[in-house]
């Protein structure tokens, strides 16, 4: 197993004036090269700083970071061209050019050659579906056109990670499990996906979850680890007070029993899922 | 190389889609210079090329100050500098690239403008060394420009403030007039900014003085690389407390 991002004692404070808040605490991390890592938790859970210092985007106060055999906090120039990495905002793309002109010019800026962008260029946009739009300025696009243009920029250069922030975010559940295949075929190819994400549903069952909280991980491991099927979740009022129980679907009516004696009303039964996960553990 | 030529592609792409910014940009020079070059005529025909040659090199300054100094504020409005400073590329590459941009646009501006002035009847000297001359002193803007683009990054205000800092300089540099006329604590200010020898050369070109043109250059040369440095160790600076504090769109 071959380390591609190894994160030894990571901690980032902010500060502002007085005032500082405290992004990450202590996280030691080890993704190994091929991973599909999908990185969950609410707002302000430290799960976008994370992303950021592992970039080389932000510095962290403490702690060692090192991508591809590289420190970021002295080499991320170096890592530029093997990483590629998906921003959370679509005003990432130049509204005024169009698909073509965008991928033109991040390639030439990665410095790739003129005949390898435009190969490379037809080869994404044929695989991302944006082809027929390639002329079109992105100004006209929709919100997936743009997300899905965000990505074959960031995969232009032939990264060997990717690093992606939101980006499901804002899009139809059919865009949203193309983006996802598309994301899970390049992961196939060999190379390592990051993501940040608060869309949770569809993700491949090998990825790995990691879930944050108040700045450290509460939560590591292989989606397929958590079990949903066969295990469901019991909603019920309890005086003014709403309970929720997780129970294996062949226990189902003896917790429902002594929940009705415990003097429970409005029962409700529902299935599982990595939401109702990631919702216990951060309550 | 290639790399700074996409920057300076990307920015000629962006600008052919506003079609009236062209025809804005070709005679707003025209009509901002030609009260002043129109009042220096009625009192002498030397001073009427005097004001125009200085003027012009300060539209430079201006531009590059626009175009170059609020380079980062424009991409941080954009939503686009913190790809900037994930590619491989540098921020002085990157400002390189806009500078480069601009020189095509500066040009373009110059060259009307002189057409425009000439058909008054203005002096200007012989065109196309003149033309020569402003692009090698807006080579000294440019690196002048990146001295306030550094400052900008460190002090995100200093843009809005911009303008007024162009004019301040324009003054002090003897835009429309000549700096001796000065007292003598604003001469000594005047000596320290690069404007006022690149104006001072221009003016020299357009007598047949080649002796000041080369003193002059020699000043230019001096202070414009002080500015330079001065500049190049505030990005550097500015770069490394961005990545501390994450703000890379914050404008």
């Known amino acids: ?283 | 190389m290639s790399k700074i030529l996409y920057i300076a592609w990307k920015e000629g792409k962006i600008q052919s889609r506003y079609r009236f910014v062209w025809f804005n940009r070709s005679l707003t020079p025209f009509f901002m210079l030609a009260p002043y070059v129109l009042i220096a005529r009625s009192l002498s025909s030397s001073l009427e090329s005097w004001v125009l040659v200085g003027s012009l090199i300060w539209y430079w300054l201006n531009q590059y100050f626009f175009g170059v100094g609020d380079a980062f504020s424009e991409e941080r409005e954009e939503g686009t500098m913190a790809n900037i400073a994930l590619s491989p590329l540098s921020l002085l590459g990157f400002l390189v690239g806009k500078g480069l941009w601009l020189m095509v646009d500066c040009l373009y501006i110059t060259a009307i403008t002189i057409v425009f002035f000439a058909l008054l009847g203005v002096s200007q000297g012989a065109w196309w060394l003149m033309l020569l001359l402003y692009l090698l002193c807006g080579v000294f803007m440019f690196a002048f420009s990146i001295f306030f683009a550094g400052l900008v990054l460190i002090f995100r205000r200093l843009a809005s403030i911009n303008f007024i800092i162009q004019q301040g300089l324009g003054l002090l540099s003897g835009q429309t007039a000549k700096i001796e006329a000065y007292p003598r604590s604003i001469q000594l200010i005047a000596y320290t900014i690069p404007l006022t020898y690149a104006i001072r050369a221009s003016r020299a070109l357009v007598d047949g003085n080649l002796y000041l043109v080369s003193s002059s250059f020699v000043g230019l040369i001096s202070t414009t690389m002080l500015y330079l440095l001065i500049g190049l160790v505030a990005i550097y600076w500015a770069e490394k407390r961005l990545r501390i504090e994450g703000s890379w769109e914050v404008w």
């Not at chain 1, 994370?50 to 403490?62: H, I, N, R, W």
């Not at chain 1, 990665?110 to 946009?125: P, S, V």
Request: proline fraction near 2%; aromatic fraction near 6%; include cysteine.
């Open chain 1, 1 to 283: 197993m071959v380390e591609t991002i190894v994160c030894r004692n990571v901690s980032k404070v902010f500060r502002a004036g007085k005032q500082s808040v405290e992004a990450l605490l202590g996280i030691n991390l080890t993704i190994t090269r091929g991973m599909f890592v999908v990185i969950g938790g609410e707002n302000g859970s430290g799960k976008s700083t994370l992303l950021k210092l592992l970039v080389g985007l932000l510095l962290p106060d403490q702690g060692e970071i090192t991508v591809l055999g590289v420190p970021v906090k002295t080499g991320w120039k170096r890592l530029a061209t093997r990483i590629g990495v998906v921003l959370p905002s679509d005003r990432s793309l130049y509204w005024k050019l169009t698909a073509k002109e965008n991928l033109h010019f991040h390639g030439g800026i990665y410095g790739l050659k003129r005949n390898e962008i435009q190969k490379r260029t037809l080869e994404l946009l044929l695989r991302l579906g944006l082809l027929s739009q390639q002329d079109q300025l992105v100004e006209g696009y929709s919100t997936g056109m743009r997300r899905k243009l965000m990505l074959a920029k960031a995969l232009l250069h032939k990264p060997e990670i990717l690093f992606a922030d939101e980006v499901l975010s804002g899009l139809d559940p059919r865009t949203t499990t193309e983006v996802l295949a598309i994301l899970e075929e390049f992961n196939r190819e060999g190379m390592t996906v990051v993501m940040v994400s608060h869309v949770l549903h569809n993700l491949p069952a090998k990825a790995r979850f990691l879930l944050l909280k108040n700045g450290k991980i509460v939560l590591d491991g292989p989606l397929n680890k958590f079990q949903f099927e066969g295990v469901v979740r019991i909603r019920a009022m309890l005086g003014d007070r709403e309970i929720e129980e997780i129970a294996e679907e062949a226990e189902l009516s003896e917790v429902i029993l002594q929940l009705i004696q415990q003097g429970a009303s409005e029962v409700r039964i529902e299935k599982d899922d990595l939401y109702s996960l990631v919702r216990r553990y951060l309550a």
